[in-house]
Each structure stands twice: as C-alpha cells, then as structure tokens.
C-alpha cells in the first residue's frame, strides 16, 4: 500500500513540475486561420492569461499583485482615447474586408 501512495505522490509531483515547466516553452502553430482574426484588448489578453494560469496564483501576494495590474490596466484604458477604431482600420480608410481579401490573395501566392 506504501509502494501504491509513493508511485501516486511521484505522479502528482510530476504532473505539477511538467505544468510549471510548460509555463515557459513557446508552442509552434503552423495553422492558419481563414479569417481575419478580432483584436482582443490589452485587459482581455491578461484576463485569459490569468484564468489559464490561475492554478499558481496561490498566496494573497500573488492574488494581490494581480488584482493591482488589473487595476492599472483598467485605469489606463480609462485615461486612454479610444483606440479601436484605429485598430480596426477605420480611420485608415480601410474596411476590415479589403484587409481579409489582401491577406487571401497573399496566401495563394
């Protein structure tokens, strides 16, 4: 029973080097999406980043510390203009399906 608890405990220990691990490697997609993807905010990039990685945010420090970026990104994009226009093309005089057409026409070449 001892042997049983020790191989489930190195599994475990594992498990939870190899997700620490994988925090830092950069995967490579070699997929490309037939559509012009939508721009995510800044906040929405962080959020995603957040929940996905929720399982080492543990102490209240860390919880605190991201809870206080949060903050400042929120108050940056109070004090910012509003960029998605511009993000967006609109203000170039380009439409959003001129630029999905250009990119389609450049992968077929």
Do not use: C, M, W
């Not at 939870?16 to 691990?21: A, D, E, K, M, T």
């Not at 959020?47 to 990104?73: M, P």
């Amino acid at each position: 029973n001892s042997n049983n608890s020790n191989s489930k405990e190195k599994n475990e220990l594992s498990n939870n080097i190899s997700q620490r691990i994988n925090l830092f490697r950069d995967r490579i997609d070699y997929t490309i999406e037939n559509t012009v993807p939508k721009p995510k905010t800044f906040k929405q990039t962080i959020l995603t980043l957040v929940e996905s990685h929720k399982t080492f945010i543990q102490t209240n420090e860390e919880k605190k510390t991201v809870e206080y970026i949060l903050n400042l990104i929120t108050d940056s994009e109070k004090t910012q203009p509003d960029q998605t226009k511009q993000s967006e093309g609109e203000d170039l005089g380009i439409s959003l399906e001129e630029i999905a057409q250009e990119q389609a026409f450049n992968s077929e070449q």
